[in-house]
T-cell receptor, first 114, second 114 residues
């Protein structure tokens, strides 16, 4: 157990409503990531954080914002959800900035926008 | 930027050996990682190559050649439970202002037949 939890795990929301997904870690890892996963596209990076209040955009950041006010929480917000944002969202955490063997994923959040 | 290419599907029989290739284009990175993901589950770490050459972990091995911008995951003595998606991934270099950014290939779906 890597000490990473996502909430909610499943959500159905209406187009145009705001949605916030939470990633919580108990490992004190510096790096945190939000990905979305869609058939045929693999895992695409939305935003990532390299410290409290330090975030940067990924490949598919349009329509998403993030916040990290404390080490353990990384929030992903869809300001006005659209059907194209229906997806599975994964959070990941990493201890350092370079290696590939210190990264752990949450169990995913299934979001449906109707 | 960074991009990674993998075959979308591979099929093999139980007991066989299968190789999943990953070619990449990147301005710089620390190493190549491999992840496994079963349907409905979270990606889990399999192997990591920080240096060129072969890394072996039980039935799984991974190889990296930076001069060829190429790596592969080798699965031996295939079992039905190895049916899953496999992703290669790289992390960017701080020098290129991508420190910590973790980018994935689109994934290879492996089907193991009896």
């Amino acid at each position: 157990d890597a000490g990473i939890t996502q909430s909610p795990r499943h959500k159905v929301t209406e187009t145009g409503t705001p949605v916030t997904l939470r990633c919580h870690q108990t490992e004190n890892h510096r790096y945190m990531y939000w990905y979305r996963q869609d058939p045929g596209h693999g895992l695409r990076l939305i935003h990532y954080s390299y410290g409290v209040k330090d975030t940067d955009k990924g490949e598919v950041s349009d329509g998403y914002s993030v916040s990290r006010s404390k080490t353990e929480d990384f929030l992903l917000t869809l300001e006005s959800a659209t059907s194209s944002q229906t997806s599975v969202y994964f959070c990941a955490i990493a201890w350092d900035s370079y290696s590939g063997n210190t990264i752990y994923f949450g169990e995913g959040s299934w979001l449906t926008v109707v | 930027g960074q991009s990674l290419e993998q075959p979308s599907e591979v099929t093999a029989v139980e007991g066989a050996i299968v190789q999943i290739n990953c070619t990449y284009q990147t301005s710089g990175f620390y190493g190549l990682s491999w992840y496994q993901q079963h349907d409905g589950g979270a990606p889990t770490f399999l192997s990591y190559n920080a240096l060129d050459g072969l890394e072996e972990t039980g039935r799984f091995s991974s190889f990296l050649s930076r001069s060829d911008s190429y790596g592969y995951l080798l699965l031996q003595e295939l079992q039905m439970k190895d049916s899953a998606s496999y992703f290669c991934a790289v992390r960017g270099l701080l020098l290129y202002n991508q420190g910590g950014k973790l980018i994935f290939g689109q994934g290879t779906e492996l089907s193991v037949k009896p």
